[in-house]
C-alpha cells in the first residue's frame, strides 16, 4: 500500500508485487561474501545466536542485512525487531529493507514493516500488531514498553515465538548494561533469539568491554571487510578531509560555551540560526567552492535552513556557478498550500536530474539529501557547520563515497567549515572513513596517519596544552605533566527534540596528583543509587550539584579557572558513563609509554654531563622520528620538539639551548641579525622571485644564509640568497646554494628524495604552482639552482608527462636514479589536491656552460 507523508512510517507491501518490480540491485563481491558469511551463521545450531558483521561506512551494511533477512528469516516466517539509537538510521531501514522483498518465498503472501518510536512521524508502541513482521525501533522504546509490559509489544513477541531475529545497528554501542539487561529479557521469551549486530567500528572502548561484547554476540565477528580493501576495489572513493576557518565570531558567550560542551548536545536552534544567517559567513562558502571549482567538482552543501540554502545557491550563481537550492516542501518559498508544495517537489526533483545529468555543478540542500537518494557523480561535500551526531556526519559524507566501481569518483572531498569553537566541543569525527584517525584535518595542513594508539589523539592534542610551563616557573618533573591513564567512557546524550539520543564515547585523563582523588569519587559513586540519573535526557542541572560536591571534598586545592573548568567537565562525562551503566565505574588503561616520553629523562639520556655532545641533533631526531613514539603530536612538529628539548635542558641545569652539531663540532649560538633592511629590500628586488622555486608573488620572499648562520661572514652580499617562505623552511640550516645553476666539486648523488608539501590548496588549481614545486624538489636534489626550466602542464591543466631541464654542469642520471620516488611522490600530491597526476617524470640536460644566476 502506499504512505502518505502525513502518515506514520509503516507499509504494507505485496510479496508478488515485490517480486515484479524492477530496478534491482545485485550485490557486489564484498556484499556476497558477507551473505554467505550470514547464512552459513543462521544454518548451524547455536545454543545462543549472536554474532557481528562488520562493514565499512558506504559498504552496504543496511543493504546487506536486508537481503538476508528477506531470502533467509522472512520466508521462514521470522519476525525482525531492527534497533537503532536514531531516526535516520531507522528511517534509513524502512527504505531499504523493502528493496529486498523480491527475495522473500512466495508463501508469505505480504509483509507489513512498521517505524516505532518518538519521533515526529513515527508511529506508537499501541499500533504494534500481531501481524507486523518487521518492527524498527530504538533500544530505548522498546525497553521502556516491556518495563511497562505494554500489551502491544507482549503480544507481538509472543507471536513470533522462537523465531525472532533482532539486528542492532551501530552494535559498538551494545556493551551497555541498559542493553544486557534487554537481550536477557528477550532471550528469557523468545529461546530461539538470533541477535545480529551491524558496525564499522567494532572495538567498544575500554577493559572488559571486548568481553562484554561477546557476552552479547557469543559467535564474535562474523565477517570483516577492511576499508582499503573496498578502496583498492574501487567500491569505495578515498576520503580525503579538508578545513577551512571561518574566522567569524561565535554567537555565543563564554559560560554558555562551557555549558554547552559539557551537555553533549547540539547546538540551539538559536545558535544554529544566527551561523547560518551570517552573510560573511556564506560568502566565505561560496568563494571557497568558486575559486577551487575545479578541485571540488560536482558538490553537494548541507545548510541549516532555507534562507541560508538559498543565500549560499545566490552567492554561487553570481560566481558563475550553476547551482541550485533543494529543500523539502516544509516552507514551500511563501506559501504551504498543496499547490506550492506540488510545484516546490518537482523543482527539487528537477534540480536533482540536472545535477545527475552534469548541468548543475553544486546543489545546496537542508538536509535533504543525507539519505535514499542516487547521486554518483558528487566528487565533494561541504559542511557547513560540525555537528555532534556520528549518524548524521556519516549519512552526509556518504554521499560523495561512492567508487569509481560503482560509477562515482576515485577520491571523495570532505570540506569542514570550522569556527573558533575553543576545543571545547567534542564533535563528530570520521574514525570509520581513517583507519587510525578520528576527525577532520587541522587547517591548512594535510592528514597525516596517527601511529600505533598509545595514547588517544583527543588525549595528545589536551596534554600538549600542558607541557609548556610558562617564564618564571620552577622546574616541575616533566613527568607530571604526562597521564597515569585514561578513563574510557560512553553515554548517550539526548538532543533538544528529546526523542533521539545520541551515542558519545571520550576519554579523560587521569594524572598522577590527581588520581587519588579520581579513586575516591568513583568509589562513592559506586555506592550511590544512581539510577534517577541513567536516562539519556536528564538534564545537565541535575548532574552540576553533585559534580560540585564531589570537587569540593575530593579535589578542594585545584587551582586556575582552567584547571577546574576542565575537571568538571570530565567529571560530568564519568557521572554519565556510570548512571547509565548501573553505576559500574570506568576502568583506568595506563599509558604504557610513559616513561618512554619522560623529556626529562631524554635530557638526562642525551646530556650526562649537562652539556651538548656530537651527534646530539641526530640522534634527537632519531627519537623524534621513531614508530612508537608519538612527540610529533605532542609537539606538533620536529622544531616544537626541538624547543622543548632545549627549555628543559636549560630549566634542568641552565645550559644553553641544545644546537645540532655539524662535523662533530657542536654550533655556536647565531649571530645576531646584522642585516640592514635597506639591503634587504635590494637584494629581493635585484632577485625579483625565490632563486630556487621561482615564486615571485608579492610578500612572500625571504633574504636566506647560503652557509649556515654559525660560519656567516660579515660580507653581506656573498652568504645570502633570496628563497620563499617554503623553500626557506625546508632548506633550514642547510648549505645549499640557488644562485649558482651547478656547485662544482660537490660530493656524489642524493641517496633519497626529500618529499615537501605540494601548493597551498588556495593555488592547485594554477599551473605555475605545480612547476614551482617540480622546480623546489629537483634543486633541493643538486643543492643549488640546476633546473633551467620545467613544463607540467598549460593553461587547460596539469600534462601527463612532466619535463624537466637542467642547466649543464648537473647530471640527469642523479635524478632519474630517483626517478621512481619523485614520480610517486609527485603523484600523491595531485591526488591529495584533486590534480590529474602525471605519467612519467623526464629529466633531461640542456648543453651549454654553467652561469651563475641572479642575485
Aim: aromatic share 6%; net charge positive.
Amino acid at each position: 500500500m502506499g504512505r502518505n507523508e502525513s502518515q506514520p512510517l509503516e507499509a504494507e507491501h505485496l510479496v508478488a508485487q515485490a517480486r515484479n518490480g524492477t530496478g534491482r540491485q545485485a550485490p557486489s563481491r564484498h556484499q556476497r561474501r558477507a551473505l554467505q558469511a550470514l547464512t552459513a551463521w543462521h544454518l548451524r545450531r547455536w545454543q545462543a545466536r549472536g554474532g557481528i558483521l562488520v562493514l565499512p561506512t558506504g559498504a552496504g551494511k543496511t543493504f546487506v542485512a536486508g537481503r538476508f533477512l528477506c531470502q533467509d528469516l522472512l520466508s521462514q516466517g521470522y519476525k525482525i525487531v531492527w534497533l537503532a539509537h536514531t531516526h535516520h538510521l531507522l528511517e534509513q531501514a524502512f527504505r531499504e529493507i523493502p528493496r529486498s522483498f523480491h527475495l522473500v518465498d512466495l508463501s508469505r503472501e505480504r509483509i507489513r514493516i512498521r517505524t516505532v518510536s518518538g519521533a515526529p512521524g513515527h508511529a506508537r508502541v499501541r499500533r504494534v500488531g500481531v501481524d507486523d513482521d518487521i518492527l524498527l525501533t530504538t533500544p530505548q522504546t522498546l525497553e521502556r514498553a516491556l518495563s511497562h509490559r505494554h500489551p502491544s509489544i507482549r503480544a507481538f513477541l509472543r507471536s513470533a515465538g522462537s523465531r525472532l531475529c533482532v539486528v542492532f545497528d551501530e552494535a559498538h554501542h551494545a556493551v551497555a548494561p541498559t542493553f544486557f539487561r534487554l537481550v536477557g529479557r528477550l532471550r528469557r521469551g523468545c529461546p530461539g533469539l538470533a541477535l545480529l549486530g551491524l558496525t564499522a567500528t567494532p572495538a567498544p572502548q575500554g577493559k572488559g568491554a571486548g568481553g562484554r561484547l561477546r557476552d552479547v554476540f557469543p559467535q564474535g565477528i562474523l565477517l570483516q571487510v577492511p576499508l582499503q580493501d573496498l578502496i583498492a576495489e574501487g567500491i569505495l572513493a578515498r576520503p580525503l578531509f579538508e578545513s577551512v576557518a571561518t574566522g567569524q565570531p561565535l554567537p555565543i558567550g563564554e559560560a554558555a560555551l562551557r555549558r554547552l560542551a559539557m551537555a553533549y548536545r547540539e547546538l540551539p536552534p538559536r545558535i544554529i540560526a544566527r551561523l547560518a544567517a551570517n552573510k560573511n559567513r556564506n560568502r566565505l562558502i561560496a568563494d571557497t567552492y568558486a575559486r577551487r571549482r575545479r578541485r571540488y567538482g560536482p558538490t553537494i552543501i548541507f545548510a541549516d535552513g532555507i534562507d541560508q540554502c538559498e543565500q549560499i545557491s545566490e552567492f554561487l550563481r553570481a560566481r558563475g556557478v550553476r547551482a541550485a537550492a533543494v529543500y523539502s516542501t516544509c516552507r514551500a518559498r511563501r506559501g504551504s498550500d498543496a499547490a506550492l508544495a506540488g510545484e516546490r517537489r518537482s523543482e527539487v526533483s528537477a534540480a536533482i536530474e540536472a545535477f545527475k545529468r552534469g548541468e548543475l555543478d553544486v546543489l545546496v540542500n537542508v538536509r535533504l539529501l543525507t539519505e535514499g537518494t542516487d547521486l554518483p557523480k558528487a566528487r565533494t561535500v561541504f559542511l557547513t557547520r560540525p555537528t555532534q551526531s556520528p549518524i548524521l556526519l556519516t549519512q552526509m559524507i556518504g554521499r560523495a563515497l561512492r567508487g569509481p566501481a560503482f560509477g562515482g569518483t576515485r577520491t571523495a572531498r570532505i570540506v569542514s567549515f570550522i569556527d573558533d569553537w575553543q576545543g571545547l566541543i567534542a564533535w563528530a569525527g570520521f574514525p570509520q572513513l581513517e583507519e587510525g584517525g578520528s576527525g577532520p584535518a587541522p587547517v591548512g595542513r594535510r592528514r597525516r596517519a596517527l601511529p600505533p594508539a598509545i595514547v588517544p589523539v583527543t588525549l595528545l592534542q589536551a596534554l600538549a596544552r600542558e607541557t609548556d610551563p610558562g617564564p618564571g616557573r620552577p622546574a616541575t618533573p616533566f613527568r607530571e605533566f604526562l597521564p597515569v591513564g585514561w578513563y574510557p567512557v560512553g553515554f548517550h546524550v539526548a538532543q533538544h527534540q528529546g526523542w533521539e539520543a545520541v551515542p558519545h564515547q571520550r576519554s579523560v585523563l587521569v594524572f598522577d596528583r590527581d588520581r587519588e582523588g579520581w579513586q575516591r569519587i568513583l568509589d562513592a559513586w559506586s555506592r550511590a543509587d544512581l539510577r534517577r540519573l541513567a536516562g539519556p535526557a536528564v538534564a545537565l542541572d541535575r548532574l552540576l550539584p553533585i559534580v560540585e560536591e564531589a570537587m569540593a571534598r575530593w579535589f578542594p586545592e585545584v587551582a586556575g579557572r582552567e584547571r577546574r573548568n576542565g575537571l568538571q567537565t570530565d567529571l560530568v562525562a564519568v557521572l554519565r558513563h556510570m548512571a547509565q551503566n548501573g553505576g559500574v565505574p570506568p576502568a583506568l588503561v595506563p599509558f604504557t609509554g610513559r616513561l618512554a616520553h619522560d623529556l626529562d629523562g631524554l635530557v638526562r639520556r642525551l646530556r650526562p654531563a649537562g652539556k651538548a655532545r656530537a651527534g646530539e641533533g641526530r640522534q634527537l631526531r632519531a627519537e623524534f622520528g621513531r614508530a612508537d613514539r608519538v612527540w610529533k603530536h605532542l609537539f606538533g612538529s620536529w622544531a616544537g620538539f626541538r624547543r622543548a628539548f632545549a627549555e628543559r635542558a636549560r630549566r634542568l641545569g641552565g645550559a644553553a639551548p641544545e644546537q645540532e652539531s655539524v662535523g662533530g663540532r657542536p654550533l655556536p649560538p647565531a649571530p645576531p641579525d646584522f642585516l640592514p633592511q635597506a639591503v634587504r629590500r635590494e637584494l629581493k628586488a635585484s632577485a625579483g622571485c625565490c632563486q630556487c622555486c621561482g615564486d615571485s608573488r608579492p610578500g612572500c620572499l625571504e633574504v636566506d644564509h647560503v652557509y649556515p648562520s654559525y660560519r656567516a661572514r660579515r660580507d653581506v652580499r656573498s652568504n645570502f640568497q633570496v628563497l620563499c617562505r617554503v623553500c626557506n623552511g625546508n632548506k633550514s640550516d642547510a648549505y645549499m646554494d640557488f644562485r649558482r645553476s651547478s656547485l662544482p666539486g660537490r660530493r656524489g648523488p642524493p641517496r633519497e628524495i626529500r618529499p615537501m608539501n605540494g601548493p597551498h590548496p588556495q593555488r592547485a588549481e594554477e599551473t605555475e604552482a605545480w612547476e614551482q614545486v617540480a622546480r623546489r624538489h629537483v634543486n633541493f636534489l643538486y643543492r643549488c639552482g640546476a633546473v633551467d626550466r620545467v613544463r607540467v602542464g598549460d593553461r587547460r591543466g596539469l600534462g601527463r608527462v612532466w619535463k624537466v631541464w637542467l642547466h649543464a654542469g648537473n647530471p640527469p642520471a642523479w635524478v632519474r636514479r630517483l626517478r621512481g620516488s619523485l614520480l610517486d611522490h609527485f603523484r600523491e600530491l595531485c591526488e591529495e589536491a584533486g590534480r590529474r597526476p602525471p605519467r612519467d617524470l623526464v629529466v633531461m640536460g640542456t648543453p651549454g656552460r654553467p652561469t651563475r644566476r641572479r642575485g
